[in-house]
């Protein structure tokens, strides 16, 4: 994905397109790659943006799930966004819960793809080796269904976040951070629209986990994707697309 990364003040995002607004965030070992068939697809009607969130530049104090819901309002702030459609996979659902929690007149729906916010298994419950190449593979290949997924180029990414000292205590501060912020007692005060796209084959995020997001959360639809595991938009971006698609279709159709 070959787009001009740009930079205004603290802030680092790609966005192209017109019209409402598409707001995607990424997960824990979330590149801005990993949405690049979701950007491509919706761009020509959508206003999508891609802000890259600050993982590893928060002080270790201020690493947790809500400051980065802070950044994201402080870039939508920024940028004057409203009536906004946020995206979230992984930790980026949670901080897309975070911030539609803290300010709903502003989120005009949410899509939740193995989102954390009330249980994950992080790395396949173990973290990590570090200096074993092997065991990052396996666990990187762990979040697919299909371990073909996990490309030397993802591979060699992780592995040099987690070999690095202080972006691995910023990993494991936000990881933490996200497993003690359960939000199950807070969902059923959501009133927007909620699109739950899941993995059948979730370790991370379990098929249990979308079922109970989609019982606690008023107005949600759930879409299975089978044979695919945590990151439905990387592994199977066809079919999410395909779901994806008309329902944004549908939810406009609706306000017209």
């Known amino acids: 994905m070959e787009y001009e990364l740009k930079h205004d003040g603290e802030f680092k995002y790609l966005e192209d397109g017109q019209g409402p607004v598409l707001l995607i965030l990424?997960?824990?070992?979330?590149?801005?790659?990993?949405?690049?068939?979701?950007?491509?697809?919706?761009?020509?009607?959508?206003?999508?943006?891609?802000?890259?969130?600050?993982?590893?530049?928060?002080?270790?104090?201020?690493?947790?799930?809500?400051?980065?819901?802070?950044?994201?309002?402080?870039?939508?702030?920024?940028?004057?966004?409203?009536?906004?459609?946020?995206?979230?996979?992984?930790?980026?659902?949670?901080?897309?819960?975070?911030?539609?929690?803290?300010?709903?007149?502003?989120?005009?729906?949410?899509?939740?793809?193995g989102s954390s916010g009330l249980y994950e298994n992080a790395m396949g419950g173990s973290f990590p080796r570090r200096e074993d190449y092997e065991f990052i593979k396996a666990k990187v290949a762990y979040t697919f269904y299909d371990p073909?997924?996990?490309?030397?180029?993802?591979?060699?990414?992780?592995?040099?976040?987690?070999?690095?000292?202080?972006?691995?205590?910023?990993?494991?501060?936000?990881?933490?951070?996200?497993?003690?912020?359960?939000?199950?007692?807070?969902?059923?005060?959501?009133r927007m629209p909620v699109c739950l796209i899941w993995g059948k084959n979730d370790n991370i995020t379990p098929p249990d986990v979308a079922e109970e997001f989609n019982r606690l959360l008023q107005h949600s639809e759930l879409f299975w994707i089978d044979q695919c595991g945590h990151a439905p938009m990387m592994e199977r971006p066809k079919e999410f697309n395909a779901i994806l698609s008309p329902w944004l279709k549908t939810l406009y159709a609706q306000k017209v």
């Open 26 to 113: 990424h997960g824990l070992f979330g590149a801005l790659s990993n949405f690049k068939d979701v950007f491509e697809e919706f761009r020509s009607r959508f206003r999508v943006i891609i802000p890259m969130m600050p993982i590893y530049e928060l002080p270790v104090d201020e690493t947790h799930v809500k400051s980065l819901a802070s950044f994201i309002y402080r870039f939508t702030e920024y940028k004057g966004l409203d009536s906004i459609n946020l995206l979230g996979n992984s930790l980026g659902g949670h901080v897309a819960l975070v911030y539609a929690l803290e300010h709903p007149e502003k989120v005009n729906s949410m899509i939740l793809t």
């Open 148 to 190: 073909e997924t996990a490309t030397k180029e993802l591979v060699d990414e992780v592995f040099e976040i987690v070999n690095n000292k202080d972006k691995l205590i910023r990993i494991l501060a936000l990881a933490k951070s996200a497993i003690r912020h359960n939000m199950a007692e807070e969902l059923h005060t959501f």
